[in-house]
Structure formats: C-alpha cells, structure tokens
C-alpha cells in the first residue's frame, strides 16, 4: 500500500527508485549501500577541490625565514615584526639550528617588560641586546615617553638616554595633569661611528669604506614614543658598530630617519653609515652585488614554487609581496647595469662565468622569473616592471617584449572578463577594471616611449577593439620620441648630459648620486615633453637639467654631501613645472 501510494505521488523518480531498493535489500546490503552513496558527496569534493587545497611540496612559509637568516652577517641581530616573520625565524633557529650565533627581536613585542628582561639574556650562541636601561624605567611605566626640542643642537644618543635614565627632578617634565615623566630632550640624535669597528666586524666592505660617514643622525618624528621604539634608541645609543643590525621591514627604522642609512642584502635589510637617500618604497637602500648575488643565485629559497604542482596561494602571494622577493632580482641586475664595466669580484666556486655586467644581470633577471614564474606569482607592476625596465636596460630586448606582451595579455583577460557585467554588477566592479586599464595604459606609454613596435602593434589593435581612435594611438613607425631624438640639439644635449653624469659617478663621494640623478627621471620627463613634439620646450628643459648638473658638481666636494637633498629637489621642481605644463596642454 506503501508503495502505490508512493507511485501516485508527484516524487521525483529517483527518490521513489532509491525507497524500493533499500525497502527491498537486506540490513547488511542497505547498510552497505548507504555507505557507497554517503561516500560519493565527500569523494565529489575531494576530487573536485583537492588541488586547491593541497599544500605538499610547498615549503614557502619555513623558507621565509630560512632566507633571512641567512641574509645576515656572523653575530647579527635582527629585528622584525609580526607573526608572518617571527615564526619562521624561530622555526628555522630553534627547531633546525639555523645560524644560533643571531639574536632575533621582535619588535612587536618590545612593549612588553618580560620581552625586555629576555631580550637582554644570551640565547643560543647569541649575545644579549645591549639595552642599558635599568627595570625601573620600563617596568609598567613608560609606556608613551614626551620628546621635546629642549635644545638647539643634536645630541648625541648616548647622552640623551643617561639623560633619560636620571632621576634627577631636573630631567623631568611636567604633565598636564600635574605629574611628572622621563622624556627625551631632543628629536635629532647624533650616533658616532667607530670606522674600525664597522670594517673589522664586516658592517661594510673594505672596498667601500670611503663611503663611510662619521655621523649617523637618528631623526624621531612625532612629539612621543612607545615603550618599544624607546628601547630600540636605547639600544641605538649604546650601539658600538661591532654587531650588526639587520631589518626584515624597511618601515622598522621609519620612526627614526634611519631609512637612508640601510643596504638591500636581497632578502633583509643591514643598518651600515653610508647614506643612500630614500626614494620610493620598492627601492630602499643601496645594493652590494658582491654581497647579494651569491645569496639570491645559491642560497635563497622560495618554497619550490618553480614547480607547477605546489599550490600557491593568496597567503604565498601576500608574503612574496611584502618581503618583495621577485623585485629583488631585478633591484641587483639593475644595480650591475648602473656599474658598467665595474664587474664585481666573486669566487671562483660561484660558477659565474658571465664576461659583463649585463650578462650577469640577465641572468639574474632569468632566474627570478624561473623561480617565481608568473603561473605561480601573479603579475603586479612592483614585481614585474622592474623586470621589463631591466631586460630592455641590459640590452635583451627579446626578453623585455615577450615579458611585457604576456603582462599585457594578462591585463586584457581581466579587461574582458569586466566588460561581460552590467547594472549593479558593472557599478561594483568599476573601480577593479580602472586599475586594470591604468596598469595596461603604462605599458602601452613603456612601448611606445622604447619603440617597441611589435608590442604596440598588438596593443593598438585591442585599442581599437575597445573603440579608440587612430589618432589617439601611438604608431609603430611614427613615434614622437624618434622624431625628436632626431633632431641635432637635443642629441647633442643628451650626449652632454651623458658626460656629466659620468663626471658625476667619477667625481663625487656621495653613492647615492647616481642613482639621484636616474630619479630625476630625465628620459621619462624627455618622453612626456615628446608626446606634445614641443622641440622648443624639450630643449629648453634639457638646458635646464644641464645647468642644475653643472652647478652641482662645481660645488667643493665636502659641499656636494650636504647639498644633495637641495639638488635632488631642485631636479624634481623642474619635473613638476614641466608635468604641470603638459597637464594643461593636454587639457
């Protein structure tokens, strides 16, 4: 009855089919086949979702910290932030043994008194942090301490912490809540630098040491500090440059001006007293080749992403980019192409047989793509421009192109995939496809400025695909910037420029003038001026980087040091007038 009645329902047959089988099987045979079918949903799953999910083979996350460590000289400490790079660290000492002579400080914790107390013990075979401090100053108190300007000179650290450290009544300042508090008297502080010391313990190398400065001036902004980056000064103060001092984050030293006195070792970042002005946030510090090769070529790791099957994911991705570990190899062969002919020196068991510099840097360039290959590491512009500006720098053109068209295709694949929507859907997604097409709109000026005829080929026609018109396209064979390096004047004025750049590199002490004078960017402001053919205004604008140079380098040497801030500035005020001028033209 049961079941006629079943059959006169509107159920759907296979639930009727499934009720007369298991109704007419045994106990033993339902129950077995009630496990089959159960199985068959996480099976589906499994077999659907496993690659996305299967993190065997993927070693990024122990690697993380393998490649800092190994970033440091012998005795280092190194201070970090955060979960994403203290845990790695601990792991790779701790658990592995890796590099036990490294005192690893996590800057995170440093407001908390016990992570002080512990800090100052020897761990593994590394010497304490040489805090001075005693327990009564940061022993549940001070945990924001006042930085007046209470004199019109630096001061040097050492004595603003002995300050600091008084309890006389003297060295107090009133609150406004009628208590008193330790504070520091001064915002600039002056840190000696014991030359010997920086060489003897490998700070810097003795190839570089008439780079060395005499002073290292801490600069604290804002009128307070925490409990951390007070003990941070502490340990600045009593710093004698015998052990040295490495960042796993650039924006650690950010409170204290000292992001101008760093050096990318490839991975970390090393404390040394040689000034290389800050620029922009993917080019922090300056670059020893001979340091940094070796370790990106033969040592670091980056959790065999270089194989297709480990799964890479945003949590991949996200550290990739924050430790900027593909940027890397671009930053170093850059750094090569800028020395020329000036190959440094490394050993023999290194198997570097590339005859230049230029060799070398691609190379470098090859690996970095090898290691992290765009099917793993999704393109960025901070991860692939630089490798695009490269290539095409140390003369492989081929490379430069095919990497830009696949960074190119890649960014129309998303173009497409926005334009399918509509409505709100459309409305949610506008501001995704502006970065897309901002991020394609660069590529398609790099073309066009470089010449790249096959690759504006192919963008021209997705141009026009979108509705864009002939003349609002670059063409191939007529492109501004040819006309306009054409013409004798400004060929001759570039060949001057030229000369006194090298004058420049040749004549000066300063490491960092080089590279100031690349970040005028003259060629990219030349390549702007070229879009509007101004001949009289490109020239004109040429003239006046040639003035700023010369009267740069007719400064005594001892001036040029302390003028390059000025002259940097005065290079980038040309700049902006002239980007002012092209914005109303184009207008």
């Known amino acids: 009855n049961l079941i006629a009645r079943l059959w006169e329902q509107t159920y759907p047959r296979k639930m009727f089919d499934v009720y007369v089988v298991t109704n007419n099987c045994t106990d033993r045979t339902a129950a077995v086949a009630a496990t089959v079918i159960g199985l068959v949903v996480p099976g589906i799953l499994c077999a659907e979702n496993w690659d996305d999910h299967d993190r065997s083979g993927r070693t990024y996350a122990h690697d993380i910290g393998w490649n800092y460590l190994q970033s440091t000289l012998p005795n280092s400490i190194i201070l970090n932030y955060g979960d994403n790079d203290t845990f790695p660290l601990w792991l790779n000492?701790?658990?592995d043994g890796l590099r036990p002579d490294v005192r690893i400080m996590n800057t995170s914790y440093l407001g908390g008194e016990w992570y002080i107390d512990e800090m100052k013990t020897r761990a593994n075979e590394a010497a304490g942090v040489p805090f001075t401090l005693p327990r009564s100053k940061y022993w549940y108190r001070n945990d924001y301490v006042p930085v007046y300007e209470r004199v019109n000179r630096p001061v040097e650290a050492r004595e603003a912490i002995e300050f600091f450290a008084s309890d006389d009544q003297r060295t107090k300042v009133q609150l406004s809540d009628g208590s008193s508090s330790d504070y520091l008297p001064s915002k600039t502080l002056m840190l000696p630098v014991d030359k010997q010391n920086v060489l003897r313990s490998g700070i810097v190398a003795e190839k570089d040491k008439d780079l060395i400065v005499d002073t290292v001036y801490i600069k604290l902004s804002g009128d307070y500090l925490n409990k951390g980056e007070l003990m941070i000064v502490d340990m600045l103060s009593n710093y004698d440059w015998t052990r040295p001092i490495y960042l796993t984050q650039p924006y650690i030293f950010?409170?204290?001006?000292?992001?101008?006195?760093?050096?990318?070792d490839g991975y970390a970042y090393r404390f040394v007293p040689i000034l290389t002005p800050y620029r922009q946030a993917?080019?922090?510090?300056?670059?020893?080749?001979e340091y940094a090769v070796p370790l990106l070529l033969d040592v670091f790791r980056y959790g065999n992403l270089d194989d297709e099957k480990v799964y890479s994911d945003y949590f991949t991705q996200y550290n990739l980019s924050a430790a900027r570990a593909r940027e890397a190899f671009a930053r170093v062969a850059k750094e090569l192409i800028r020395r020329g002919d000036e190959k440094p020196n490394f050993p023999d068991s290194l198997g570097i047989t590339e005859a230049t510099n230029r060799e070398l840097a691609i190379r470098l360039l090859d690996e970095g793509m090898r290691r992290m290959p765009p099917a793993q590491v999704r393109y960025t512009s901070n991860n692939t421009l630089?490798?695009?500006?490269?290539?095409?720098?140390?003369?492989?053109?081929?490379?430069g192109d095919a990497l830009m068209l696949d960074y190119a295709r890649n960014l129309m694949e998303y173009v497409d995939y926005y334009f399918q929507f509509d409505g709100w859907q459309y409305d949610s997604i506008t501001d995704a496809l502006d970065e897309k097409l901002d991020l394609l709109g660069n590529l398609y000026s790099m073309a066009g400025y470089l010449k790249r005829d096959a690759v504006l080929t192919e963008l021209n026609a997705y141009y026009r695909s979108l509705g864009v018109t002939e003349e609002e396209l670059i063409q191939p064979d007529n492109v501004a910037m040819a006309n306009l390096l054409a013409e004798p004047a400004v060929h001759a004025m570039l060949e001057g420029l030229k000369e006194l750049l090298r004058r420049a590199s040749r004549e000066t002490e300063a490491p960092a003038l080089q590279r100031q004078v690349d970040r005028m960017a003259v060629q990219q402001d030349l390549r702007r001026l070229s879009w509007e053919r101004d001949f009289d205004d490109c020239a004109a604008h040429l003239q006046r980087m040639m003035t700023l140079l010369r009267d740069f380098l007719a400064l005594p040497r001892e001036s040029q040091q302390l003028q390059l801030d000025t002259f940097r500035d005065a290079g980038i005020e040309e700049i902006s007038q002239a980007e002012n001028f092209l914005s109303r033209q184009r207008g």
Do not use: N, T
């Open 93 to 95: 000492q701790e658990v």
């Open 254 to 264: 950010q409170k204290f001006g000292l992001v101008d006195y760093l050096q990318f």
């Open 282 to 289: 993917g080019e922090v510090g300056r670059i020893d080749p």
């Open 386 to 399: 630089p490798f695009i500006e490269a290539y095409y720098a140390a003369g492989a053109a081929d490379k």
